[in-house]
Structures are given as C-alpha cells and as structure tokens.
C-alpha cells in the first residue's frame, strides 16, 4: 500500500463534554515518505475508511449513515452517499474492480455505483 490512515478524537474529554458532541478528525499519511495529509472533514461520532482496491479512493463512513469518498490524486470529495436506512453497520467495502461499493444494513445491502470516478 502507499497509503496509512489514522483517525481519532480531537475534543478533549473534559467533565460535562457531551459524548454525542466529541469530534473526530483523520490523518492520511504517505507512506513513501511518511508525510502527513489532513482530510477535508471533521466529523461527529464514530467512523470507518476503506481504501479502493487501487488506492486511488477512500471511502469515509460516519455515524450518521453517510460515506464520503476522496479522490487522493485529486485530493477532492467526489461523491457522497446515503442510503434509506439509517441502522446500516460501519462496515463497506469495494469491490475487486473499484466500481461499487457495498454496505450491509437491516433493510438489506445497499449497493453504488463509482464507475463515474
């Protein structure tokens, strides 16, 4: 891989912090040279990431049931994607291809299509 993605808290945990209100940020690091790339978003909650399988997308799920993808060679969001229901897990994944992406939920699997990027 060419790619390392960290994540974490950047509120600090104070007495009276609200759990729900805890934001969270994200790292992208090249590995190639260990230099450090912000990601455009914040977010609230817990999240999950999954790189394509060429390295070129990273897919960004957040608590609020909406993945986020970046283009890295753009390093640009280039799609964002919300499905009908909002109990689906934190898990997705790519297809071999890179061409959908695929998220497991009480309603069923919701599937998109990425071929337009």
Known sequence: GHWLLTGGQITP?????NLLELKYGFELW???NWS???LPMTITGGAAA?????GGLLAVGT???????FDLSQDKTVQTLAGPD???S???VFSPDGKWLAQPGRQG???WSLAGN
């Open 90 to 92: 934190g898990f997705f």
């Open 36 to 38: 450090e790339r912000s």
């Open 50 to 54: 999954a790189f394509s399988p060429s």
């Open 109 to 111: 699997i919701s599937l």
């Open 13 to 17: 945990l104070r007495p009276g912090v």
């Open 63 to 69: 608590s609020a049931a909406v993945i986020t993808i």
């Open 86 to 88: 909002p109990f689906r």
């Open 30 to 32: 090249d590995v190639s």
